[in-house]
Structures are given as C-alpha cells and as structure tokens.
C-alpha cells in the first residue's frame, strides 16, 4: 500500500556513498518521490558538518520525514537529526555496509526494492525504535558534548583498524580497510577496560568491545546478533584478550554470530554503559566519536523509523 496524500519530504543525499558507487541513488530517490506526487527537498553538500547543518534547517521546518540516501553514516546523520522529534526517519541504503539496513529488514542490495519499500513505509503509521545516546569530551573544545547513534557503536580492535584507516591516504578504496586490519593486527595487543553496566564495574582486559542498539557492523559482521532495536538495552560485546592465531580463528564466526558461543566471549545487556581505557578512540554507525572514556545511554523510542518492521533487529512484530 502507498500513500495517497502528498508529503512534504526532506532527501539528504551522501554522494560518495561506497567510495562514489552510490551516486546515482540519491537522484533517482528525488526522482521517484517527487513522481508520486511528494514535495521533495533535496540535500547535498560537500561535507558531514554542512549536510547536518542543512539537515537541522530542514527538520527545524517539521517535514512529514526525513529520508537519508547512503551508509551508516548517514543513517547517524539522521538519527542526530530527528532523534527525539517527532519526524520519521526513512533510508535507502547506497553504502558500503549497510548494517542498519540489514537488521531492519530494509532491502541493502537492491536499490529499487529500497527505494519501493520507502515508499510503502511512507502510508503506514512509523515504528518506534531506541536510540544510544553518547556523552563524552570533545577534542577540540574540552567542552562535555552529545551524539546519537542508531547501529552499534565500537571502542576496540576494530575502532582501532578504522582509526588507522582514516588516517591513510592510500588506496582509496575499500581495500583501505583491509591493509589497515594486516597492519594492526601485526601490534594486536591486550586492552585494559574499565565498564560499568547500569552501575556494576567490570575491569578487564579484551580485544573487542561493541555496544548494539542493532545487529552488526562492517557489512554484516553480526557482533550483537540478539540485539533488539526496541527492547530498551544496549547489547555489550566483551571479547577478552586473544593471540593472533586465536583471533584469526574466532574472527570468522562473527559472520554467522558464532563467535558468543565461545567461552572468552560475554554479552551483557544494560541501559547505562561506561566504558573507560587509555589511547582507544570510540566509533558509532563507522563515525569517528571521541576518545574513551564515554558514557552511553539507551533512549527508548526515541526513534521514529519509515521501515518493514520485519527485519531480525525488531523485537516486536509490525
């Protein structure tokens, strides 16, 4: 079923999406929006801080939804944007991982089934979703600040290969990623963390620390796989520490989500998470937060989302 009643829409568009791969999505969500008859205002500019800047311009206007087109970072654009209003937030995905789709039910590999179900979502009442809220110390300004994500957010081996990543200049591509992983893993050392969960420390030393609002990360790499988008917690992924060959062979199961089976893997499940360590830099949705410690709470419904409902993430059926 599709809606009948014109909407007003807001599209911010990520024209780099997968390394530039995804250009073409943005405009031909415009397209198909506008050609069912909604009011679109499409967004796009050449960097995350003015997209969220004409985002917060957008939204302040109170459209019928926000629709963001490209990867995770731009579903933790929108959830900055909208978390806590009353605008739906929609997505078509065109990144490279594209986990939020995933655990959602949101078509991640087929832009017109994605952009078919938008338009489905758009005549049908949003569903309520939680959100994480971030609070930490900001680099630049020494000042106490905030940030939403809406997928999962990391603080551990893997924070630290996209840290790396970051910091290159070559090669461009996703292969990036990959020459980063060899050259940590060759320094893979243990972590010493202090949590506290919902006020209960617990001192250790890992490999991999997450916390899930959803499924996974890096493309389908399922780290919280009973993660709930609706059930009011935060799914904690403790990894102890691990050699490099045991690393390499739990690795794998992250895939599948067979790695909690194993005896140096604990999920824990609060509202209210601490996590404090020295020289590990936090990231959430693939954007780079702060550095440890940081503070996160759960905020339950404070997302309104233009989705199926019938993804692995939701607790509750639609």
Excluded at 60 to 78: C, E, Q, R, S
Excluded at 87 to 108: F, Q, Y
Excluded at 242 to 260: A, C, E, M, N, Q
Aim: hydrophobic share 45%; net charge neutral; with cysteine.
């Amino acid at each position: 079923m599709t809606t009948t009643k014109p909407l007003r829409l807001v599209v911010a568009i990520n024209p780099t999406a997968s390394f530039g791969k995804g250009k073409d999505v943005g405009p031909a969500v415009v397209q198909t929006l506008r050609a069912i008859g909604h009011e679109v205002t499409s967004l796009q500019e050449p960097d995350f801080d003015e997209l969220m800047a004409s985002g917060r311009k957008a939204v302040a206007t109170k459209p019928d939804a926000l629709v963001v087109v490209g990867g995770d970072g731009m579903v933790n654009l929108g959830a900055n944007l909208v978390a806590g209003t009353k605008v739906p937030l929609g997505i078509v995905p065109s990144g490279t991982g594209n986990d939020m789709a995933r655990g959602l039910g949101i078509p991640w590999d087929n832009t017109e089934a994605a952009i078919a179900t938008l338009i489905e979502a758009l005549g049908r009442p949003p569903l309520v979703a939680d959100a994480g809220l971030i609070r930490y110390l900001d680099e630049e300004t020494g000042l106490l600040a905030s940030r939403w994500f809406a997928c999962v957010l990391s603080a551990g081996f893997d924070a630290i290969v996209n840290e790396r990543a970051n910091n290159m200049r070559h090669p461009k591509g996703p292969s990036r990623y990959l020459i980063a992983l060899g050259l940590e893993l060759v320094k893979l050392k243990p972590i010493p963390y202090r949590l506290v969960l919902d006020g209960v420390e617990l001192v250790t030393t890992g490999a991999l620390i997450s916390v899930g609002n959803n499924i996974s990360l890096g493309g389908g790499m399922k780290v919280t796989p009973d993660a709930k988008v609706d059930d009011g917690l935060l799914d904690v992924l403790v990894v102890q520490a691990l050699s490099r060959i045991s690393f390499l062979r739990i690795f794998p199961k992250v895939f599948t989500g067979d790695h909690v089976t194993d005896r140096r893997v604990s999920i824990h499940r609060a509202k209210n998470v601490r996590i404090e360590s020295d020289g590990v830099v936090a990231y959430a949705d693939g954007e780079r937060i702060a550095r440890l410690p940081i503070d996160i709470e759960v905020v339950p419904g404070a997302l309104r989302l233009l989705v199926p409902g019938t993804g692995p993430a939701f607790g509750q059926p639609a």
